[in-house]
């Protein structure tokens, strides 16, 4: 079995190591580098696993490295751990906009590196994560890391890292999408009369019933949107006005903001960590 070694041990690596737990993985393989004593006894406590405060003695035994730290402190942690590298393990960066070109430069330009781009609904295993690896990365680290990923949700590999920008502003920031959409809902619910908690109840309902339906059903948003507008009816009114005030174009635009925003951090990392 591979010995998975998490640095950083917070809100990220906690649900990842959660749902590798409830996935059968064994807590004897899997170790969390932490400097917070409250984090890792939490770690320990809930998931039995060992934890460490030594992030070089926690890699040298490791055959995959999962880098869960801020991306404003990765580039120290990653220097630092470049000495313990010589076994060769795989190494996974869950952090936002940091580029392989960074990564390499910090760690090793013949590491084998994974990008992996999750998302916040891991907390309940839920989650939608994107993947990409640097040439070094064998097809059996690849196997290792997606079932990795897919213990927290559903994960995926993208063909170029250029598309791991394009996996933030879909899935990556995705989950706030909804969650505004959900406010507005319950905000206007209760403007229409209804009570604060039945508009909050009705919305929150309604989102988790489409998403469902559109995940589990095998039929697309498309056809479930077509097969609930009646022509002339409530639903075809209200969907009307969104195409007429254009939430088509403010998705698009919104969704580029969100896009430029990850090119210019990329941007920033790369030429930081030259
Ligand atoms: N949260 C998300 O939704 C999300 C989604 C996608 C990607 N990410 C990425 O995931 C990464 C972690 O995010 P997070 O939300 O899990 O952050 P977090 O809760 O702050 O976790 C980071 C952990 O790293 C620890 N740490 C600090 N310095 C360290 C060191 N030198 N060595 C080892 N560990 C150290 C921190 O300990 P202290 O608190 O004691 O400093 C903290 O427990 C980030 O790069 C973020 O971009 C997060």
């Known amino acids: 079995m591979s010995s998975i070694v998490f640095i950083g041990g917070g809100n990220m690596a906690s649900c990842i190591i959660g749902g590798m737990i409830a996935n059968g993985f064994d807590a004897d393989n899997i170790m969390v580098s932490e400097p917070g004593a409250e984090s890792r006894k939490r770690l320990e406590d809930s998931y039995g696993i060992k934890t460490t405060t030594d992030n070089k003695a926690a890699a040298k035994q490791a055959d995959l490295i999962v880098l869960a730290v801020k991306p404003q402190i990765m580039s120290g942690v990653a220097a ?57 990365v064998g097809t059996e680290q690849k196997t290792l890391v997606e079932k990795i990923f897919a213990a927290i949700g559903y994960a995926c590999w993208v063909e170029n890292e250029a598309q791991i920008d394009a996996v933030i502003a ?44 559109a995940t589990e059903s095998g039929i ?47 941007t920033d990392f790369g030429s930081a960590s030259k």
């Open 80 to 136: 630092d751990l470049a000495q313990s590298l010589d076994h060769r393990p795989a190494l996974v960066s869950i952090a936002a906009g940091i580029p392989l070109k960074a990564l390499e430069n910090w760690l090793g330009s013949t590491s084998a590196i994974i990008r992996a781009m999750p998302n916040t609904p891991a907390m309940v295993l839920s989650g939608a994560t994107g993947l990409f690896a640097n040439a070094q």
């Open 220 to 266: 697309s948003p498309t056809q479930l949107r077509e097969q609930v507008t009646s022509p002339g009816g409530t639903t075809q009114a209200a969907l009307q006005t969104f195409e007429e005030q254009g939430l088509e174009e403010i998705f698009r635009k919104a969704m580029n903001s969100a896009l430029t925003k990850a090119e210019v951090m990329s």
């Open 170 to 213: 879909v899935s990556g920031s995705g989950p706030a999408y909804f969650f505004r959409i959900m406010e507005i809902m319950q905000q206007v619910g209760q403007e229409l009369g209804l009570p604060q908690q039945v508009a909050q109840d009705l919305s929150l309902k309604t989102a988790l019933g489409a998403a469902r339906m």
